[in-house]
């Protein structure tokens, strides 16, 4: 049997099992965004990794090395936020082809701090290797919270409203721009890509939604909201309703999908790299979020004031 016949998934779930021999402090491990380990009775551990591949995940190309660096530490700092989680260390391997040079390394660097410094996460160390042809980016990252505040995978309810915190396809809008080259309209084209090459973080929006104590479920949107929430309604044993009226589209996707002859809400479906948090909200809490919301500071939840969209569990 090849792997290409079960897929990522199938792959995670056939070694699944056979990965959790030692139970002490665990207290999640595959499955979810982060694996979860006790720090002592009311703290929690998170843990997440992530690899980008060279002519699999990035065109070196086609992205700056500044970007490329930000994106790296981006993709981890958002499975961090899907948990409700505080970012804390992180930790860079990287196997380097002989055509790179120093001042490519140095941009690389400078786009994963200006990620970091925001959240004041450390780059303690990891691993420096050769590589006979392309970049390969490994980053492992730390983070803490309270166990009674995580937001997992495999607690949505029936009944929950589904909410989303940004627009959907405009990252896979951008991987189209970048590919094909299109010829679109210079401020909408900038746009698409910056949302491919520089995804926005949520961390702040991830800590207040784990804090609201309104909402059962989280995950990140990186592979798509047709594939992320399916991880949701498996791990929770419930299905969902999308509303397509209900899903977030930019005027920006609007405009591209009219100039390549496509439906928008094709794109919103199967695009991924979009990084923003779909989560599920307790019916009955419903009220108190969006007036928590109200209540916040602009800074923090601003986004999820303009761009809140439901639909529903079952």
Request: with cysteine; charged share 25%; glycine share 6%.
């Given at each position: ?24 402090n665990?207290?999640k ?40 660096g ?57 691993d ?28 949505a ?16 809008a ?47 949107l ?5 594939s ?5 309604c ?14 977030p ?12 002859k ?9 695009g ?43």
């Open positions: 049997m090849n792997l290409k016949e079960i897929g990522e998934f199938g792959l995670i779930r056939r070694i699944k099992p056979l990965c959790f021999i030692r139970k002490e665990i207290i491990g595959i499955g979810d965004d982060c694996a979860v380990y006790e720090i002592d009775r009311k703290r929690a551990a998170l843990f997440t990794t992530d690899m980008l591949v060279e002519n699999i995940h990035f065109l070196r190309n086609k992205i700056s090395p500044f970007e490329l930000y994106k790296t530490m981006a993709v981890n700092l958002s499975d961090i936020s899907a948990m409700g989680g505080k970012p804390s260390d992180a930790f860079l391997s990287i196997a380097i082809p002989d055509n790179i040079t120093v001042e490519y390394i140095d941009e690389l660097y400078r786009g994963m701090i200006f990620a970091c410094k925001k959240y004041n996460v450390n780059i303690l160390g990891g420096t290797t050769g590589s006979k042809k392309d970049l390969v980016l490994n980053i492992a990252l730390t983070g803490e919270i309270q166990k009674n505040k995580i937001l997992y995978r495999h607690n309810k029936i009944g929950d409203k589904i909410y989303i915190n940004g627009y959907l396809g405009d990252s896979s951008g991987l189209d721009i970048i590919l094909k080259n299109i010829n679109i309209d210079k401020e909408i084209k900038n746009y698409l890509i910056k949302c491919h090459n520089m995804p926005d973080i949520y961390i702040d929006e991830g800590i207040f939604l784990s804090e609201t104590g309104a909402v059962n479920s989280c995950i990140d990186s592979d798509g909201i047709s992320d929430l399916a991880h949701i498996e791990e929770s044993s419930c299905g969902a309703l999308i509303y397509e009226k209900s899903l589209v930019s005027d920006n996707l609007k405009k591209f999908a009219e100039i390549e496509k439906n928008p809400i094709d794109i919103v479906l199967s991924g790299e979009d990084y923003k948090l779909l989560f599920t909200v307790k019916k009955i809490a419903q009220k108190i979020l969006r007036k928590n919301i109200l209540k916040s500071l602009k800074k923090t939840c601003s986004v999820l004031v303009k761009s809140l969209r439901g639909m529903t569990l079952f």
